[in-house]
């Protein structure tokens, strides 16, 4: 059900919702000075000298791998990583597409917060912009490496390369501009250079980032027919090249084959689990598993990703296996990516935490009735704005806010996990996402124009029309 404010009523809230957060803010910027003003004394102590790996799978849905109790076996080495750790069932991408989610990743803070969005036309311009990541404000791999870990990052899409400052703060960082099909690659990438910067003796911190599972639905030989026996048929991806148009009838196909990748990701990733076990590091090293946003077929009558905030787009998987996680949990408590940089920073000891908006969700002190927030939606053409769209899921209630900030559509995730049937919006909730939505932005984000080749692999990944 949608409920439409007056203009009054509307105006309202939102004054109360922005006065409140500019309290907030105001009352924590002592704080940011306090805690960035520390870096000099971090460094690591015996306990510390642990390792992280944080593995980012593309446009990865939570509910098509197993052990989020998916009916297709696409996901065996990652089911058996799950069930030596902990897995939060209702983890949320905070923005629906790879630009603003990596972002929040990187730093910790909302979409809002960090303002690194995309793709924007300036008035009277032929060109398109995306922001980068403002240089400035805290990252994983600057405040692990300031920590003394070695960091590298192994990244397989064009939005995360350097003029998106996304490789500060890295000793190693390599972007494969289009990496679809490099899972095998990337992972012994990895490996050589865990192996090569073994003589450092100091801990490592690595990305990987994986492109696979993003279009096209296109999986290497074996698993092309894991799931199909017909294979691809040369059919990789919705939109026919020569009309430029788009079947409906093709998803049950499509589906298929987006499964066989997943499961041609999750091979390489039993090799790379593997390979940790073999040389002892398993136990000294902390695996973490998310995604950047998931993928509609359907769903809710669109296809891809960062059009809308509906489960299909932000419901991603997050598990965490390694030294000091609970083998076997399986957590209800509701989480975003926001919260990894807190609960990486915390879990490996490392004292200084910058202000962000996620929270360390290893601590126990986390309740199921917080809220998440999201946003960020991209434009379905690059001549085109993005829609206002917000959202915010607390406990088992989401409420998306629409159009011109004044429709709400709410849904209850235990009884409507597809979001088919809305309820009735109340106040509370109406604040809850305009309360996100006035949050005043930190980052100050500096425009980039996509040079020509990015262009055109923007342009075949579908971003830009
Ligand atoms: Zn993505």
């Given at each position: 059900m949608y409920i439409r404010l007056s203009g009054r009523g509307l105006f309202s809230l939102?004054?109360?919702?922005?006065?409140?957060?500019?309290?907030?803010?105001?009352?924590?910027?002592?704080?940011?000075?306090?805690?960035?003003?520390?870096?000099?004394?971090?460094?690591?102590?015996?306990?510390?000298k642990r390792n992280v790996i944080l593995i980012i799978i593309d446009t990865l849905r939570a509910d098509h791998l197993s052990c989020y109790g998916y009916f297709r076996n696409t996901s065996p080495s990652i089911?058996?990583?799950?069930?030596?750790?902990?897995?939060?069932?209702?983890?949320?991408?905070?923005?629906?597409?790879?630009l603003p989610s990596h972002a929040t990743i990187w730093t910790g803070l909302s979409v809002r917060s960090h303002g690194t969005v995309g793709f924007f036309r300036l008035e009277n311009d032929e060109g398109i912009r995306n922001y980068a990541l403002d240089p400035s404000l805290p990252s994983l791999p600057v405040l692990f490496g300031q920590a003394g870990y070695r960091t590298c990052g192994i990244v397989n899409v064009t939005l995360l390369?350097?003029?998106?400052?996304?490789?500060?703060?890295?000793?190693?960082?390599?972007?494969?501009?289009?990496?679809?099909?490099?899972?095998?690659?990337?992972?012994?990438?990895?490996?050589?250079?865990?192996?090569?910067?073994?003589?450092?003796?100091?801990?490592?911190?690595?990305?990987?980032?994986?492109?696979?599972?993003h279009t096209p639905y296109n999986p290497p030989d074996d698993f092309d027919l894991m799931f199909t026996e017909y294979g691809s048929m040369g059919i990789t991806a919705w939109f026919?090249?020569?009309t430029g148009n788009w079947d409906p009838g093709k998803s049950d196909h499509l589906l298929k084959l987006y499964d066989g990748e997943i499961a041609w990701v999750d091979y390489n990733l039993g090799r790379l689990f593997?390979?940790?076990?073999?040389?002892?590091?398993?136990?000294?090293?902390?695996?973490?598993?998310?995604?950047?946003?998931?993928?509609?077929f359907l769903d809710h009558g669109g296809i891809d990703h960062g059009h809308t905030l509906y489960q299909e787009l932000i419901h991603i998987p997050l598990i965490m296996s390694g030294p000091g996680i609970e083998p076997g949990v399986v957590s209800p408590i509701p989480v975003g990516q926001y919260d990894i940089l807190p609960t990486l920073l915390a879990w490996a000891g490392i004292e200084n935490m910058p202000m962000v908006d996620g929270s360390d969700i290893l601590s126990g002190d986390i309740s199921y009735s917080r809220s998440i927030p999201g946003s960020g939606v991209c434009p379905r053409s690059w001549d085109s704005f993005a829609p206002h769209q917000a959202s915010v899921v607390t406990g088992s209630i989401k409420t998306i806010?629409?159009?011109?900030?004044e429709s709400f559509i709410t849904y209850d995730l235990v009884d409507d996990p597809i979001e088919t049937r809305p309820q009735e919006t109340d106040s509370m909730h109406m604040e809850k996402v305009l309360f996100y939505w006035a949050s005043p932005q930190l980052g100050l984000p500096e425009p980039v124009f996509p040079d020509y080749e990015s262009l055109d692999v923007l342009r075949d990944l579908g971003y830009i029309k």
């Open positions: 939102l004054s109360a919702a922005v006065l409140l957060v500019f309290i907030m803010f105001f009352l924590s910027c002592g704080s940011v000075q306090d805690q960035t003003s520390n870096n000099e004394n971090d460094s690591i102590g015996e306990n510390q089911d058996s990583l799950a069930a030596s750790g902990t897995l939060w069932q209702n983890a949320y991408a905070q923005s629906p597409w790879t390369r350097d003029e998106y400052n996304f490789d500060i703060g890295f000793d190693h960082y390599s972007c494969n501009l289009a990496g679809h099909g490099q899972a095998g690659a990337s992972v012994d990438s990895l490996i050589s250079w865990v192996v090569s910067d073994s003589i450092n003796l100091k801990p490592f911190f690595c990305i990987l980032h994986l492109y696979d599972v026919d090249e020569e593997e390979w940790l076990r073999n040389d002892s590091l398993a136990e000294n090293t902390l695996v973490v598993i998310t995604s950047d946003h998931g993928e509609e806010i629409l159009g011109e900030l």
